[in-house]
């Protein structure tokens, strides 16, 4: 997720473009940059780094530019350094970009330009766009664009401008949010509103395929196969006050519905469907290297952690390869058995936990191979292990985690299919996967369309003091997560524990005032789940159900139900966890807590 | 209300019988999907792998979309009559739904939708589906989704589809229904005592068969003299057949003429078995029949089950073929058959050779049997030979067996 501004209009565009890009930080800071466009030529500034964080940037600012585009920066492709910060431009320095979004086939197009002469100055996906502008450009940009566009694979949103057309300023969609704000003789481009609302509230949402030629006066869009589109100007309903967040009234909140297109983002360009496997570029593994590998330790902390339990489940059911967890501060001080034969794989969000980063170095140290699965790209932990695979769930800011969670799910499912599909796992099976993957953005969307009712159990729930969180199989560290999230932001006492360890000790807290939230969604065990449970209603617990939709096996038992439609069961604590995480949030709010930075939390946790 | 039938991510994994046809178009239960959809009077568009949209549009009409109520029907559903009238009861409530089993649609009906069928591919339907308005249905209806399920559902479903197709046709005595310039030789003794018997068109019964119902025999067939069909056999059109037949499949234009026995099975078209070929579909030790499928065991839940046998392949004279194989496209079978058998391989594997079938001798050989059969070898024909010889070359050497090339 990055964040673009662009404008053509009658005033100085600096301060716009600079005031646009800072309400747009929330969608990514590694780095920033602008082009302006002065005369004919461009202007281009760019840097590592916060755009808040930057001092007197506006005098380097050129003043007579009436047009011009800025960017503020997610890292996919390439770390966060100068170079790779957008703008982007082509060999001539004549054709500027700003991307939002994922190209997946950027390789075979780098080459393919390449071979054409065009010579490429980052490690980012989207220099080629830059570069297929200008192969294309023949005194026509829109035509350039339309091109281009039918030769990119991936999302983005795109805004362009150049010195071969001073006052114009281009925008293109095709799975990137673009939003187009109309002014009084001027225009405006961003990604999404709230860069635009403190000049004006008209504006025009481009859809896929679309795109949008503004001049100071005039706004013209078509798509790839209609020259002119007449579009709806929607009047924007809020002012610039809640700006970041999206309308939500909290990141987290704003995190939990943004899960759809993270964990699309998650998968995009990964899916081989001709070879019914995964391709994950960051690992740097040869075939053999993957298939001598005897060993998975799966490290992290907090719901880190969680995700690398369902991970174990992952790789042991599917790759049938032995897989341990750990946290990473006790698998540091332990002296861990560790060989060559085994791989590491560190999960952690921001790829700057202390612990986490110190496991990795002594795994290293001790000789086995190391991986990260990471959502900051260039972060310690990525770079420590110097292979990996990123998470593209944009930048994360509620301190309870929520998106990063469930793609570190998917990424973790992802790598567990690659090595299966290595190990004989049949095609078929992994076509069910895949598939099953590629509904999972619709699935979540569809989880989250009943939010209401989950808002209308936590009236019903939070003045409770304990709550108990049951789950098995893959559903057990999804019972650990649920409880997490509770305490971290509504600072309620919860457990999770797997259900059949009730009977063990912890039923002797049941009681009515002890509420059990139950995942009970379609498995082979859930015949014993329904047991488990029975105990607990016995004692008069109240029992809160995450259910399989139109399955009714746990009607007699549960209080409350909420169903998540059905996936495969390795999939499924990516759906039932966002339930738990609704919950969570819901109950923190009408507790009055402070959602997106509870006390004595941080998000990143850089000290052991 | 249009409907539209699909192929999605398995459909091109029901191998070999998907290799060469879609999946709507496997007969069984007496017709096959798209027939038995196009019988209730619906329009019905596909989307089916792209390498197999010419040789789909010779066989089957695909109208373009014009309404917006729409049901689709996943081309893996088995054909049966009872559960289609059940789902377009359905559709009358206008109410959307969705029936889903193993992660994969089987019915979605839209009383509204817009969709461009060239924007959508296989890959994006079951999303884009999914990502409507919507409720699922609880019950759980049958897919395909193994080969041999085939065979499963053909025997389950099919004498309840034959009550619904017998209405074509004419009654000549209690039980049996034919279609026009039908030729029975009065010595054929048809029992009809468990199921009906069909025989279709244009189609000659030899002195002394046996047929016992329920079966199916399509257009133009011959059923030489003393041949036993029994039991849950769909004989397609341009097929000739001897022998003993038990609960079988056979594909348009396979020739199983001679003496030998057929048992739980499913043979392609252009088929051809050399006598005395027989097939086991028991195993000694009565036990649940397993196969091994992309290199995996899987457990059928079925005691009887004989083999699966791709289009273009044929057998030589007195091959045997051990319980629940499956042999590919354009093979040439010898011997005893103790494994599964990739597509276009010269199968000896019992006098110590196995080396690839040559794809210009597949080409050379369908000309051949296609002259005899009247039909013209087109580059539509040709093409989906390629294709399937390029999309088989893992199968050869995964196969695990040391292929002498």
């Known amino acids: 997720m990055c964040g673009i501004v662009g404008y053509t209009g009658f005033r100085s565009c600096s301060d716009i473009l600079l005031k646009g890009l800072k309400c747009l930080e929330y969608r990514g800071y590694d780095s920033w940059g602008f082009t302006f466009v002065v005369g004919k030529e461009l202007f281009t500034i760019k840097k590592a780094g916060k755009i808040s964080e930057a001092e007197n940037i506006i005098n380097k ?10 960017h503020t920066r997610w890292a996919t492709h390439g770390s966060p350094n100068d170079i790779n910060a957008h703008p982007h431009l082509d060999c001539k320095e004549k054709i500027a970009i700003c991307h939002n979004g994922i190209i997946e086939n950027y390789g075979e197009l780098k080459k393919w330009l390449q071979k054409r002469g065009h010579i490429f100055k980052s490690e980012t996906d989207t220099e080629v766009i830059a570069h297929l502008l200008e192969e294309f450009y023949q005194g026509d940009m829109l035509s350039a664009i339309k091109k281009a566009m039918l030769k990119l694979v991936g999302a983005f949103g795109l805004a362009i401008i150049s010195g071969y057309e001073p006052d114009t300023l281009y925008g293109a969609r095709r799975g990137s949010p673009l939003v187009v704000g109309i002014g009084d003789r001027e225009m405006f481009l961003s990604s999404d509103v709230n860069a635009l609302v403190t000049h004006t509230r008209k504006v025009v949402y481009l859809d896929d395929d679309e795109i949008v030629k503004l001049t100071p006066t005039s706004f013209k869009i078509c798509s790839l196969d209609k020259d002119k589109k007449e579009k709806k100007i929607h009047t924007v309903p809020f002012d610039a006050t809640s700006i970041e967040k999206g309308g939500f009234s909290h990141f987290m909140l704003k995190e939990i519905f943004e899960q759809p297109e993270s964990l699309h983002n998650a998968f995009r360009g990964r899916m081989d469907y001709e070879r019914a496997t995964v391709k994950l570029g960051g690992l740097e593994l040869t075939e053999s290297e993957l298939l001598s590998i005897k060993r998975i330790k799966l490290l992290g902390c907090g719901t880190s952690w969680h995700a690398a339990l369902v991970g174990k489940y992952l790789f042991e059911e599917l790759a049938r390869i032995p897989s341990e967890v750990d946290y990473s501060s006790e698998f540091r001080y332990r002296d861990p058995i560790l060989s060559e034969d085994d791989l590491v794989i560190a999960i952690s969000q921001s790829g700057e936990t202390a612990d986490t980063l110190a496991a990795v170095r002594e795994a290293k140290r001790k000789g086995a191979k190391v991986l990260g699965i990471c959502n900051v790209v260039g972060s310690s932990i990525a770079r420590e292990c110097g292979r990996g695979v990123y998470l593209h769930a944009g930048p994360e800011i509620g301190v309870a985690s929520t998106k990063a969670f469930t793609s570190q799910l998917l990424v973790l499912t992802l790598l567990a299919i690659l090595f299966a599909r290595l190990k004989g796992m049949p095609r078929r099976d992994a076509l069910i996967a895949l598939n099953a993957i590629e509904a999972l953005p619709s699935l979540a969307e569809r989880v989250l369309k009943k939010a209401k009712k989950i808002e209308d159990l936590a009236n019903s729930l939070y003045t409770y003091k304990n709550f108990l969180y049951v789950g098995r199989g893959y559903q057990y560290p999804i019972a650990l997560e649920g409880a997490l999230k509770l305490k971290e932001i509504s600072y309620i006492h919860a457990e999770g524990i797997p259900a059949a360890e009730l009977k063990h000790g912890p039923i002797a807290l049941v009681d009515e005032n002890m509420p059990t939230v139950v995942l009970a969604t379609e498995s082979h065990i859930l015949d014993k789940v329904k047991s488990n449970v029975a105990e607990i209603k016995a004692r008069k617990g109240r029992i809160i159900s995450i259910v399989t939709e139109a399955n009714h096996e746990m009607d007699d038992l549960s209080d409350f139900k909420f169903s998540v439609p059905p996936t495969p069961h390795y999939l499924a604590p990516i759906l039932s966890v966002i339930p738990l995480q609704l919950l969570a949030y819901y109950v923190a709010v009408l507790r009055g807590c402070d959602v997106d930075k509870p006390r004595n939390l941080a998000k990143s946790v850089t000290v052991e | 209300m249009q409907v539209i039938i699909f192929e999605d991510h398995l459909a091109g994994e029901l191998r070999p019988v998907t290799l060469t046809r879609s999946a709507f178009g496997i007969s069984l239960c007496g017709t096959n999907l798209y027939e038995l959809v196009r019988r209730k009077g619906l329009k019905i568009s596909y989307i089916v792998r792209e390498y197999l949209k010419d040789m789909c549009s010779q066989d089957f009409l695909n109208f373009p979309l014009e309404d917006e109520s729409l049901l689709f029907i996943n081309a893996c559903f088995p054909p049966v009559s009872s559960i289609l009238d059940k789902i377009l009861k359905l559709t009358e409530e206008k109410k959307p739904f969705v029936a889903q089993r193993d992660s994969r649609i089987i019915f979605a009906f839209f009383p509204t939708l817009k969709i461009d069928l060239k924007k959508l591919d296989r890959k994006s339907l079951t999303s884009f589906l999914l990502e409507q308005d919507y409720s699922f249905l609880e019950e759980k209806f049958p897919l395909i989704n193994y080969p041999f399920e085939i065979i499963k559902y053909n025997q389950i479903y099919f004498q309840e589809n034959l009550e619904e197709l017998k209405k074509d046709f004419k009654e000549i005595s209690e039980g049996v229904f034919v279609g026009k310039n ?43 003299e003393r041949t036993s069909i029994k039991e849950a056999c769909h004989i397609s059109h341009h ?32 088929v051809n078995m050399g006598a005395g070929t027989s097939i086991s579909n028991l195993k000694n030790t009565y036990g649940e029949v397993a196969v091994i499928y992309q290199d995996k065991k899987i457990p059928t839940g079925m005691q009887f089950l004989g083999c699966i046998i791709g289009d273009y392949s044929k057998t030589a004279i007195n091959t045997s073929i051990f319980t629940g194989k499956i042999i590919g496209v354009a093979s040439y079978l010898y011997g005893f058959i103790t494994t599964n058998v990739p597509s276009f391989c010269n199968y000896a594997r019992s006098f110590g050779q196995i080396t690839e079938h040559h794809l210009s001798s597949v080409v050379k050989t369908q000309k051949r049997m296609f002259e005899r059969r009247n039909v013209t070898q087109t580059q539509i024909h040709i093409k989906l030979l390629e294709d399937v010889y390029n999309l088989t070359k893992d199968e050869r050497i995964m196969s695990g067996e040391s292929l002498s090339l």
């Open chain 2, 239 to 270: 097929c000739k057949v001897g022998g003993e037949v038990e609960c079988s499949i056979i594909e348009p234009y396979s020739n199983k003429q001679h003496h030998g026995f057929l048992g739980h099975s499913w043979v392609g078209s252009w």
């Open chain 2, 182 to 224: 039908v030729e029975i030789h009065p010595t054929v003794c048809m029992d009809t005592e468990d199921g009906y018997i069909i025989v279709d068109d244009n189609t000659k019964i030899g002195p002394f068969a046996y047929l016992k119902g329920p079966i199916y025999i399509g257009k133009n067939c011959k059923i030489i």
């Open chain 1, 61 to 70: 600012f050129p003043e007579e530019s009436f047009s011009g585009i800025g």
